[in-house]
């Protein structure tokens, strides 16, 4: 990480930041949406809406001259299961949510993108940058699961759930990762429009399994606020787009917490504009995070985690 300018670097944490903040207005549409027209097609119009997006940006992209060419260099297949995963991950986060709350559900994740995050970084999986990963990178990593596990109200403790987060929370990451992938590959729409391809095609599979009728749930959506309808797709096209920006260039592990941190602060700010909540222990957590991200940066100035030069 020490081969990038100073400024670019924090540049890229900066983003990284604002995806996570953006990442809190996505669930909040997602989930206005979900509760107006049901879970599983709420799946299929948020991709679609995402999708829209996407086709809007190559079009404008081809009337810029810039031509849509796919890459032939050869990826193995997995690396196109984004959309599948990302249905996958909102499918078990729903699940979690009931069975152990919100906050254990995020504990959880955060716990499993954690984990993946080191495990990528430190093997240089899937075409990523390998990191070295010193010892000393404990110290902060064991304060940012502190302040982590600060946040959770209450522990309802159902190991099975419990590890259904901690699983998703992998797949997350691991989702992040082969998109960026497939992004530097491809390019950056592309790689996106793979995505969101991926999204419906898995979204609407789940909807004739499950026996929704289509014609009169998009009939429905006429009753439903045009943002809710739309809101949550376009956020995710940006979120993805920046997320197959930042991964490239930073470890996936600050990447990750980052992302997590800026969706806390931008939650603990809603709450208490609008909702009159102010948590302090929230507020206490994230600033735990903070520190244990700060000290893993100076580790890293220390030379405690620097990319591995292969021959």
Not at 121 to 138: I, L, N, Q, V
Not at 224 to 233: A, D, M, N, S
Request: with cysteine.
């Amino acid at each position: 990480m020490n081969d990038q300018p100073q400024a670019l670097r924090y540049g890229t944490f900066s983003l990284a930041f604002g995806i996570g903040c953006l990442i809190t207005f996505m669930i909040s549409l997602n989930g206005q949406l979900a509760q107006a027209v049901g879970p599983s097609f709420s799946l299929l119009v948020i991709h679609m809406a995402g999708g829209s997006a996407v086709i809007i940006a190559l079009i404008a992209r081809h009337l810029r001259g810039i031509p849509f060419l796919l890459s032939a260099s050869p990826l193995p297949r997995l690396y196109y299961t984004g959309g599948i995963l990302g249905v996958l991950m909102v499918f078990g986060n729903n699940t979690c949510f009931v069975a152990i709350g919100v906050s254990v559900t995020m504990a959880a994740g955060i716990f499993g993108q954690t984990a993946g995050s080191i495990l990528i970084d430190a093997t240089g999986s899937f075409g990523m940058r390998r990191y070295r990963f010193a010892p000393s990178k404990f110290i902060g990593l064991g304060i940012i699961l502190a302040g982590v596990a600060l946040m959770v109200n209450s522990w309802q403790l159902d190991l099975l759930y419990l590890l259904l987060a901690l699983f998703i929370g992998g797949v997350t990451i691991l989702q992040m990762t082969i998109n960026s992938r497939v992004a530097a590959v491809h390019g950056l729409m592309p790689g996106v429009g793979i995505n969101y391809l991926g999204g419906i095609l898995a979204s609407l599979a789940a909807v004739l399994i499950l026996g929704i009728p289509l014609a009169s749930s998009f009939s429905n959506l006429s009753s439903v606020p045009l943002h809710w309808v739309v809101g949550g797709g376009l956020f995710g096209f940006v979120i993805v787009s920046g997320a197959n920006t930042i991964l490239p260039k930073i470890p996936t592990f600050y990447s990750s917490l980052l992302m997590f941190l800026g969706q806390i602060a931008s939650a603990i700010t809603v709450d208490a504009l609008l909702l009159g909540i102010f948590s302090y222990q929230r507020i206490l957590g994230a600033a735990l995070i903070l520190v244990g991200i700060i000290a893993n940066m100076q580790a890293d100035r220390k030379g405690a985690l620097e990319p591995v030069r292969l021959s």
